[in-house]
């Protein structure tokens, strides 16, 4: 489980008031908000990338309030994947277990666990360049769960996409964490992704306060 | 990597008045370059057909062999220490935010904007002059003090790598934080998240990515050493055999009026800074592919 309790987060002179969800094992909270609305910024505080102002952060379980983004199990899908020009496919699925040092064995076979889920086995000697969006897309998503996160932060991961390409990939996605049981908080402004990946859906209004979206 | 991604920016087709002024500039430039090089080519020919045997004896060539030998030493450590000083300096001022960092990065700016002269003497003074005796204790300078443990710098090789490390390094801070400054700082954050440290995010990812800025500086660093004179010759003499490098040999001969062998010495160092150039351009090359984890 993942609770965010009540914490609030600057963002230059905006600030984001008592934020309060939780995300069960395996489930999906989709996150929406207009630009500015500090989506990213909340995302950035509970990947630690930003400090809290006040409230906790719990990640499988775990306090991880103050905890360096490293000692949080979580895994990172940025807007435009952000991939390492110098790491073919291969070394970014094991980069993950690598750094949390599992054993070479264990680490080639979760390699081909993740590109057989995410369909990228024949990507696995690419190097990032020349990969089209949606395999990108795949490979990031595959860099932040190798090593079994306790939650997937989704920032704004599918813009960019085109509409073909953005529901094959959200298919695949939408398959792999409820196969691994991923906790994911996705962050979006567009409801069809949120209706699609979310079970819940919550809203950052403009007075900064998070509340659970209604759907019709 | 492939032709496309190589020519990426390239563009097509005739330019009109706009190509002719982008082409015009560069053969102005470059033909007052080319110039420079056939005319000093042109100056050693002449003299050696009036005098066939004459290069010979227009320079000391065992105190040449000194003088390349230096050079190229004091050159290379300096651009190693250059590096090593700039990546981490160059890696605070692009990523972090700090109180003084303007000051400090137009701190970091003074030796490419001062006299070069003005370099060496400061140097000078710093070692001979400085710190002062406090209550009648201590030494009279820094020199005074290294003296103690059978050092000196003053007037040694010391002082011309110093010399040339002081503004070299200016330079190679500039290339790598603009190289570090092009490498978007999320993919550290990514790495962070996925259980890097720091310093881990940055060796892994930060570094493969900057290999060729960091290589650029390095080649810019050794470029300047090479072409550094004030602050050698101020602050380490021109010694012949001693601490004389190749551009303080140009100044020697050119004192004693040899013009000839000021210019073959010129026609040296240009070949030497064109081919270590070129090597690193064409070691880089072949590095595009070069990888911290295979």
């Given amino acids: ?216 | 990597m492939n032709n496309s991604n190589r020519n990426k920016h390239h563009i097509e087709g005739k330019g009109g008045l706009f190509g002719a002024w982008l082409g015009t500039s560069l053969f102005v430039y470059l033909a007052l370059i080319v110039l420079l090089i056939v005319a000093d080519v042109w100056y050693v020919l002449a003299a050696c057909w009036d005098s066939p045997d004459g290069v010979t004896v227009m320079l000391d060539w065992p105190n040449l062999w000194d003088s390349v030998k230096l050079t190229f030493l004091s050159c290379t450590i300096s651009a190693i220490l250059s590096v090593i000083i700039a990546v981490p300096i160059g890696y605070l001022l692009s990523r972090y935010r700090f109180f003084g960092r303007s000051v400090i990065d137009a701190m970091l700016d003074i030796p490419v904007v001062l006299p070069p002269l003005v370099i060496g003497l400061s140097l000078l003074i710093l070692f001979n002059n400085f710190p002062p005796k406090i209550l009648g204790w201590g030494a009279e300078s820094l020199d005074g003090y290294l003296s103690d443990f059978g050092m000196r710098v003053t007037n040694t090789k010391l002082a011309v790598i110093l010399a040339q490390f002081t503004v070299a390094a200016a330079f190679a801070i500039r290339t790598v934080k603009a190289t570090f400054d092009q490498i978007d700082p999320r993919s550290e954050q990514v790495a962070m998240t996925i259980g890097a440290s720091r310093g881990r995010a940055f060796f892994d990812v930060v570094m493969p990515q900057s290999y060729r800025g960091i290589v650029a500086a390095g080649t810019l660093a050794w470029a300047r050493a090479l072409g550094e004179f004030g602050p050698i010759l101020v602050f380490a003499g021109a010694t012949k055999g001693k601490t004389e490098v190749l551009s303080t040999s140009v100044y020697l001969e050119i004192n004693t009026g040899n013009i000839n062998g000021a210019v073959i010495i010129s026609l040296l160092m240009i070949a030497l800074a064109m081919i270590t150039i070129l090597t690193v351009r064409y070691c880089t090359e072949r590095g595009a592919g070069y990888d911290l984890h295979r």
């Avoid at chain 1, 680490?107 to 020349?130: N, S």
């Avoid at chain 1, 900064?208 to 209604?214: D, F, M, P, T």
Wanted: charged share 30%; glycine share 8%.
């Fill in chain 1, 1 to 216: 489980m993942t609770y965010i309790d009540n914490i609030s987060v600057r963002a230059g002179e905006f600030i984001l008031a008592d934020v309060s969800f939780e995300i069960q094992r395996g489930k999906c909270i989709a996150l929406m908000g207009k630009s500015g609305s500090g989506k990213t910024t909340l995302m950035e505080a509970i990947c630690g990338l930003r400090e809290v102002m006040s409230g906790s952060i719990k990640i499988g379980d775990v306090d991880c309030t103050n905890a360096a983004p490293k000692d949080r199990m979580v895994g990172l899908v940025p807007q435009d994947n952000v991939l390492f020009s110098t790491m073919s496919v291969r070394e970014h699925l094991a980069y993950g277990p690598l750094l949390r040092k599992w054993k070479r064995a264990d680490i080639d076979a979760r390699v081909e666990e993740v590109a057989d889920e995410l369909g990228i086995k024949d990507l696995l000697d690419r190097q990032p360049r020349g990969l089209s969006g949606g395999e990108a897309k795949r490979v990031a998503i595959g860099r932040a769960i190798a090593a079994k996160p306790a939650l997937l932060c989704l920032d704004e991961s599918f813009t960019g996409l085109d509409e073909e390409t953005l529901q094959e990939v959200m298919t695949v996605v939408k398959a792999t964490i409820q196969r691994e049981e991923i906790s994911t908080l996705l962050i979006t402004h567009q409801i069809s992704e949120a209706k699609l990946l979310g079970d819940v859906i919550y809203q950052i209004k403009e007075s900064g306060r998070v509340e659970k979206l209604i759907l019709d």
